[in-house]
């Protein structure tokens, strides 16, 4: 908690202030210089009054709850976090698209799946009526169900939002690399999708801050072009930003992708939607919309968790809960750490949202009370690779422990540039550190390859109009079958201590 604590006024300030005021911008239709001037110039209590008849009755009708809270915050010097975004410029940010609902009360919506334990997929999915059984019919046959399994079902309120009825259901066992054909609660399309292979190779596509603009729609349909296993997501889903619509949108503009291969996420800070004294832990609707596996791996928060699959044993960390040295996800990282067996699980990969190293000029040092916090263990470890997210950019890093290139640390990966409302952070510190081996602002996918224990490629896919064009790709070598790595750990870990580069 304390560490929470800490970073609360940045988290304050990312997650509410900066979007409140591109919303603001957006919904009022003052994105043109002349009334962002006269915005501006108008002091902060009575910027609300700066908008038009029409503009307001607009916001009174669709936006009530949300006026509630920018009259909130309105009174908050929040000048700091213009400031903090006016330090790159961004490339301008593609439309948001809302995917309205098309089926039947009773049908299923926004329907995704996940991995929950060996030879189990957890599915969800949301009905808007309440009535809907929780329960999958499922078989390996188009249109033949032989097999039944029933679940859970929550929901939320946030002001006055009512999100529907949000159905989990696990289902299996199932055999590997095989396809399933699956109905939600009875009703409805038939959706199917394939289980991930028992061993290599296997491929994961990483994309990270996601959001639902074109952009969004784009590095989807690029990722889909070629076929893979599963989806990582190291936070920032739907950009909702406590608009809880819009995670409804999300989850029906993601279902065509997410109902066909496991999608396993962890949370970022648009995420967060904290609300003080009303909403004061926050996640609301990530956890009720978004259950992971953390149960099934000896999490006591869905924040984070760890899951194996093919060879991989797979870490989603939580960048905005506790992680100093006291906190729970610390002592439950250090033993997930342990209980990884490298001859089953040769490759250990995890996943964060604010990055640990980062040569751009957006969320400078942000990750930095975390790496200080949790590097050692990762570093012990021989952890293979850390992707984060958050710098809306790509950017791939050296081996690195300690600020210093080590050829037994984690390679750094970050890939905050699925498609966000907020544009691309286009400026990077020059010169360039000699840890940062490839760098680039544009938006795109990643895929990793893991071919077999020592070898996978991997290949950062750039939005390039129609084709994704493969702009950055290396071939990577698990630490597990370095034997250098697992000896003299601790001369190494001495040597590394000397901070050479400040990133
Ligand atoms: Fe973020």
């Known amino acids: 908690m304390f560490s929470l604590m800490q970073s609360y006024p940045k988290i304050f300030q990312l997650t509410y202030l900066t979007p409140l005021k591109s919303n603001f911008l957006h919904f009022l239709n003052l994105q043109q210089a002349p009334r962002i001037h006269f915005y501006y110039k108008t002091p902060a209590p009575f910027r609300y009054f700066a908008a038009s008849k029409m503009e307001k009755k607009q916001w009174q009708k669709h936006f009530f709850p949300l006026l509630l809270t920018i009259f909130f915050f309105s009174t908050f010097p929040y000048k700091t976090s213009l400031a903090l975004q006016d330090d790159y410029i961004r490339q301008p940010p593609g439309k948001v698209v809302v995917t309205p609902h098309h089926r039947s009360q009773s049908d299923p919506q926004q329907v995704h799946i996940s991995l929950v334990g060996k030879d189990y997929m957890r599915i969800t999915w949301i009905t808007e009526d309440k009535g809907v059984p929780s329960k999958v019919d499922y078989g390996k046959i188009s249109g033949k169900y032989n097999a039944m399994a029933e679940g859970e079902h929550t929901s939320y309120h946030y002001f006055f939002y009512s999100s529907g009825k949000i159905h989990h259901v696990t289902i299996g066992p199932l055999e590997p690399g095989t396809t399933y054909y699956y109905r939600c609660g009875g009703h409805g399309p038939e959706f199917s999708f394939k289980t991930p292979p028992p061993t290599f190779p296997i491929e994961f596509v990483v994309v990270g801050d996601l959001g639902q603009t074109e952009w969004t ?31 409804d949108s999300f989850g029906r503009l993601v279902e065509p992708y997410a109902s066909r291969r496991p999608w396993m996420v962890t949370e970022g800070n648009h995420e967060i939607e904290i609300f003080p004294i009303i909403y004061p832990h926050g996640f609301q609707a ?43 996800q610390y ?17 250990v990969i995890m996943l964060l949202h604010a990055p640990w190293y980062n040569t751009n000029s957006a969320h400078k040092g942000e990750g ?39 050829p037994c640390g984690p390679i750094y990966i970050t890939i905050g540039d699925g498609g966000n409302r907020e544009g691309l952070a286009l400026t990077f510190e020059n010169p360039p550190s000699e840890l940062s081996l490839y760098r680039e602002p544009s938006f795109g996918h990643g895929r990793l390859r893991v071919i077999d224990e020592t070898r996978a490629h991997w290949s950062w896919h750039r939005n390039n109009d129609s084709d994704a064009y493969v702009a950055d790709e290396v071939w990577l070598e698990s630490l597990t079958t ?8 601790e001369d190494r870990s001495d040597d590394s201590k000397v901070n050479k580069d400040e990133l």
């Not at 750490?337 to 040769?346: C, F, H, I, S, Y």
């Open 217 to 247: 729609a784009s590095t989807l349909a690029h990722v889909d072009s070629k076929d893979y296993d599963v989806f990582l997501l190291p936070g920032d889903l739907s950009y909702a930003d406590a608009q809880q619509p819009l995670w």
């Open 286 to 328: 990530y956890n009720a919309r978004w259950l992971m596996p953390y149960e099934e791996s000896g999490s006591t928060s869905n924040l984070y968790y760890s899951f194996d699959v093919a060879g991989s044993h797979i870490i989603m960390l939580g960048s905005y809960t506790d992680f100093d040295e006291n906190s729970d």
């Open 331 to 347: 002592k439950w990282l250090e033993a997930d750490l342990a209980k990884v067996d490298r001859e089953k699980t040769p490759w």
């Open 368 to 406: 930095e009370s975390m790496r200080k916090a949790m590097e050692d263990l990762l570093y012990e470890a021989r952890v293979d690779v850390v992707f984060a997210g958050h710098v809306h950019a790509y950017e791939r890093f050296t081996r690195i422990y300690n600020k210093k290139a080590d």
């Open 482 to 489: 370095s034997e250098s790595c697992w000896t003299n750990t």
